[in-house]
Nanobody, 116 residues
Framework: VQLIESGGGLVQAGGSLKLSCTAS????????MGWFRQAPGKEREFVSA???????YYADSMKGRFTISRDNAKNTMSLQMNSLKPEDTAVYYC???????????WGQGTQVTVSS
């Protein structure tokens, strides 16, 4: 499975961005998908996940601001990010795996920068 992220960029605090992850392969619908992020000097952290059955999970700091979704027909997953804060600045990675806590495949990342 190859994963390619898109949609990152520079936005002012309070603004919105929508990240997308496009996957290759015919078994996309069977994978759990997730978003992670890594800020400079920090460890990678969980952002959100969606199971093959579309159960969704969020890190506490993202609840109410971020929305994850998937379109199995298009092999894509999205992350709508609203009310962005400077602390959301990071490289965001897409991941795929057998469960929402196990990931075997990772994208190359897309930079999100939120200015204050």
């Amino acid at each position: 499975v190859q994963l390619i992220e898109s949609g990152g960029g520079l936005v002012q605090a309070g603004g919105s961005l929508k990240l997308s992850c496009t996957a290759s392969g015919r078994t996309f619908s069977t994978y759990a998908m997730g978003w992670f992020r890594q800020a400079p000097g920090k460890e990678r952290e969980f952002v959100s996940a969606i199971s093959w059955s579309r159960n969704t999970y969020y890190a506490d700091s993202m609840k109410g601001r971020f929305t994850i979704s998937r379109d199995n027909a298009k092999n894509t997953m999205s992350l709508q990010m609203n009310s962005l804060k400077p602390e959301d600045t990071a490289v965001y990675y897409c991941a795929a795996g057998p469960t929402t806590t196990q990931y075997n495949y990772w994208g190359q990342g897309t930079q999100v920068t939120v200015s204050s």
